[in-house]
């Protein structure tokens, strides 16, 4: 059904399907698509490691993940793998439409149906957070403002951020990323831009709130 519907996508066309992980992940090894489409839970290979293939040997291609067994920190650790797009199967299949436009466009998607991961007292403390007095809500999709703001931010400056909130000065940046110092800034300066900050410590605060650092 999902590939029937891919089908009809004006501009994308499905250049395989494969029921089989490690089929699949030698197919886009050799070809190189643009997408990549893959579940987590696939015969002959787990989907986590196909995307670590994808992303060392193929890093142009754009991943998007669909799974129906989520957990609440699967957005986060699929960001941190470099994913650009993770959709529950639980969601209407417009979602993964959606999903591909924003990821194809250089965007990133992220929608489930499982709670957010709970930051820890101690580290709401350390980020000067309100501690929440009560469960934030069941469902997190791409409307959430944390998500949605993330949505909005390229793969790049999604490593830029997490470095940023890691404390890593833009020369260190530049030096882990193999860019130059100016392009750091202007990265940093057009994500503050993007989420609305103006200062390190508001995006450290930013980024625990989006679960784009370990706590």
Known sequence: ML???LSRMRGLVVAGEFADGRVGLEYCLKEKPALLVVDLFLP????LDIVREVRA???STRILVLTGHPDGDLPARL???GVHGFVDKAEPINYVMQAIEAVM???MFFAT???PKFVPSDAVAAANLPAPSTPPPAKLTATVPSVEAVQILSGREIEVIQLVASGLSSKEIASRLDLSVRTVEKHRANIMEKIGVREV???VRWCVQA???KT
Do not use: D, Y
């Open 105 to 107: 466009s250089g965007g």
């Open 57 to 59: 040997k193929v890093p």
């Open 44 to 47: 002959g290979m787990h989907g």
């Open 113 to 115: 149906n499982v709670p």
């Open 201 to 203: 410590a508001s995006l």
């Open 211 to 213: 679960g784009l650092v």
């Open 3 to 5: 590939s029937m519907a």
């Open 79 to 81: 960001m941190a793998q």
